[in-house]
């Protein structure tokens, strides 16, 4: 690998990073296009196994950040990660097995769909319980390191159930998981914004660790790890400054950022599978 190449992609792994932290979605969804474009003849496993090493060295530097910021919320994080590593892990394992045209077409969909909806005028709830029986509701409190004080409740149940699923589907496409996160951890359980973002990455370091580890269990990470190594080195600088600037993004400015990322990322996927 040449100077430029490397430069180039530690270049793009800066811009990764810092994007990806800002809206909580490990940046996976835009390298692994990148990737494809990049190299046109490459092995899709490999690129996935690439595109999945990044976004674990990402989600890690974007929560070190978050953390210092006491935005993770640790409990459900941890709960909701080890809900999503056994799919994360069979995610990687279907990589060769499922047909990528048909599987982009349907998710591609999926993502334009997912996309309209968050642009829909809607009042984003900060707080508030769910419409359950206390006993699927479990309450969190938290507070920020400059004082901002949250709190919540969600229904695990339906937590953890979304969160295999996307541990399945991030590994399967090598984007991360935190834009299906990220929306869910919002609308569906009702997680202020900001510790939404900061727990989905937590999430996704765990599930992208899990993801990594299976390719270089089957072999597919051998060859992606110089490419791997200068995209790692600019999402690493560039994370804290995404997680830094989402102090000064307001949540729904971020959710919006999200919906443009979804949109985008959808409209590639339907592109790439109308080629194939």
Request: aromatic letters at 12%.
């Amino acid at each position: 690998m040449g100077i430029e190449s490397g430069l180039l992609l530690f270049g793009f792994g800066f811009l990764t990073g810092g994007y990806g932290t800002l809206i909580g979605a490990g940046g996976g969804f835009v390298l692994l296009p990148f990737l494809l474009l990049l190299y046109p003849r490459e092995n899709p496993e490999i690129l996935t196994s690439i595109s999945l090493a990044v976004v674990f060295f990402n989600a890690l530097s974007g929560t070190r950040a978050y953390a210092r910021m006491k935005r993770v919320d640790y409990k459900s994080g941890l709960l909701f990660s080890l809900a999503a590593l056994p799919g994360a892990v069979l995610g990687a394992l279907s990589t060769a097995y499922i047909p990528r045209r048909l599987f982009d077409g349907i998710f591609g969909l999926l993502m334009a769909g997912a996309a309209i909806y968050l642009f829909s005028p809607r009042k984003l709830e900060r707080t508030g319980g769910l419409p359950l029986p206390k006993r699927y509701r479990l309450y969190r409190h938290l507070v920020e390191a400059d004082g901002t004080e949250y709190a919540f409740a969600y229904n695990p149940i339906t937590g953890t159930a979304v969160s295999f699923v996307v541990g399945y589907f991030s590994s399967l496409l090598g984007i991360g998981g935190g834009i299906i996160h990220v929306p869910v951890l919002v609308y569906v359980l009702h997680f202020p914004i900001h510790l939404a973002t900061a727990t989905s990455h937590f999430i996704l370091a765990n599930m992208a660790l899990a993801g990594t580890v299976t390719h270089i269990v089957t072999g597919n990470f051998v060859r992606g790890v110089h490419r791997t190594v200068f995209l790692s080195a600019g999402v690493l600088l560039g994370a804290p400054w995404g997680a830094y600037l989402s102090k000064y993004v307001k949540g729904p400015g971020i959710m919006r950022s999200l919906a443009l990322a979804l949109g985008l990322v959808g409209i590639r996927i339907l592109i790439q599978a109308w080629r194939d």
